[in-house]
């Protein structure tokens, strides 16, 4: 890997593209990265997280942890991720795009399909287009299959493996 790597965060709604300065990464090869990141502004809920964002399926899995460590809830983005190697300057950089569906599981098992709305509304306004947003919905249908199925596990343990 380069030495120098360079995270980004695109999102729709709110338009935004933001560099992720604090986060750290944690391990990276072509097919997935794990990076750690703490909040930005104190919370009374949650305090860190752990993400691992599988760049084939196009989902990112966060461990979202309380203050004490212990799990808050999973919260999944559906993301595709855009890698580019920058030879010359010895750079990677990851833009994470936010394709606006989100699944989060609680620590109870329960499961919450969340921000339809955003992506339909992102389609409806042109900002993504209808190819964006089949991508989305198969990717969300297959992390709720694997969630459906038990296979999901496997993810969180691999997430689970970086928790000090």
């Not at 599981?105 to 329960?110: P, T, V």
């Amino acid at each position: 890997m380069n030495t120098s790597v360079r995270l980004f965060r695109k999102r729709y709604i709110p338009e935004e593209c933001v560099e992720l300065k604090k986060d750290r990464i944690l391990f990276a090869d072509k097919e997935c990265l794990v990076t750690s990141w703490n909040v930005l502004k104190p919370r009374s809920d949650f305090a860190s997280g752990i993400s691992l964002f599988l760049f084939d399926k196009k989902w990112k899995i966060t461990r979202v942890a309380k203050a004490d460590g212990s799990l808050y809830h999973w919260y999944c983005d559906i993301m595709d991720v855009h890698i580019t190697e920058d030879t010359e300057n010895d750079c990677t950089t990851y833009l994470m795009e936010d394709l606006l569906i989100d699944i989060v599981i609680e620590a109870d098992d329960s499961v919450h399909v969340l921000d339809l709305d955003e992506a339909a509304e992102a389609f409806t306004k042109g900002l993504i287009t209808g190819d964006t947003l089949t991508l989305a919905l198969h990717a969300a249908d297959a992390l709720l299959r694997d969630i459906r199925s038990g296979a999901f596990s496997d993810y969180q343990s691999l997430v689970e493996s970086y928790v000090k």
